[in-house]
């Protein structure tokens, strides 16, 4: 059974950062064929994708965090990292991970993490 858990959220200042984690079991991520994906969904609006991560260690981001934002595995820890720099107001948002084992099969969502950046 495959769990997604996010963490690392929380409450920082315009110009900071934050590292949200998203801890993977169930399957390895380091099998090529997967693809962990950060979402987040701000009040009021449709969900979407901030950065991926497939198994063999392409990365994508959205253009509103190239720059500012750095995804990447922990493979000791199964998991993925999304390093946020230079935070913006319009940053905050609830942030989604989602794990997919491989082609065909469907993502497995994590519960969300809060990411509030404000002064």
């Known amino acids: 059974q495959v769990h997604v858990v996010e963490s690392g959220g929380g409450l920082v200042q315009p110009g900071g950062s934050l590292r949200l984690s998203c801890s993977v079991s169930g399957f390895s991520l380091l099998f090529y064929t997967t693809g962990v994906t950060w979402y987040r969904q701000a009040q009021g609006k449709e969900r979407e994708l901030v950065a991926t991560?497939?198994?063999?260690?392409?990365?994508n981001y959205a253009d509103s965090v190239k720059g500012r934002f750095t995804i990447s595995r922990d493979n000791a820890k199964n998991a993925v990292l999304l390093q946020m720099n230079s935070l913006k107001f319009e940053d905050t948002a609830v942030y989604f991970c989602?794990?997919?084992?491989?082609?065909?099969?469907?993502?497995?969502w994590g519960q969300g993490t809060q990411v509030t950046v404000s002064s």
């Open positions: 989602s794990a997919v084992a491989g082609l065909g099969h469907s993502p497995n």
């Open positions: 991560i497939t198994g063999s260690g392409r990365t």
